[in-house]
């Protein structure tokens, strides 16, 4: 019999260009402690094209069938941050490219996985950030209005190590 108090399924970790150490130990913490693994996903809006995860296994055909070494260089540099902190993708997380609208992708991704959770970073600090979601909108706020899906939304820490 399922335990009912269980979250069932991976847990949706949305990372942009620049994120905090604490956001992704604590979100693998959390995958971690209820035994789910760690989708890792980082969102391109300047790309409607084509879905992928790294080592080449695409899970959507490009318009262009030509390799584009420039689009695939914000996954490598990711991926290479998460490894840093996280180990080699394997049993505990793996890590993925999305296109297209942010809140959109995460949700697509949680509903194709069977997400139990899905976690994001509360966003940066400051005049411009605010001005970005002020302009584009806010992930977090998008995500808990869009899906039914439980969203954490995890601060960055008051003092970050100098």
């Known amino acids: 019999m399922p335990d009912e108090r269980r979250l069932p399924g991976p847990i949706i970790l949305g990372v942009g260009w620049s994120f905090t150490e604490h956001m992704i130990r604590t979100a693998a913490a959390l995958a971690a402690s209820i035994e789910e693994h760690l989708i890792c996903a980082f969102v391109d809006p300047a790309s409607y094209l084509t879905e992928w995860e790294p080592a080449d296994h695409r899970t959507a055909l490009s318009l262009d069938p030509s390799i584009n070494a420039e689009a695939e260089f914000p996954s490598r540099y990711l991926q290479h941050k998460l490894e840093a902190i996280l180990g080699k993708p394997g049993h505990s997380w793996s890590f ?56 954490l939304i995890i601060p960055e820490p008051r003092n970050k190590p100098g």
Do not use: C, F, W, Y
């Open 96 to 151: 993925r490219v999305l296109n297209g609208d942010v809140p959109k992708a995460l949700s697509r991704l949680a509903e194709n996985t069977g997400a139990a959770l899905l976690v994001v970073g509360a966003g940066r600090r400051g005049t411009l950030a605010r001005l970005d979601r002020a302009l584009e909108g806010s992930v977090s706020a998008a995500l808990v209005h869009r899906q039914e899906r439980p969203v």
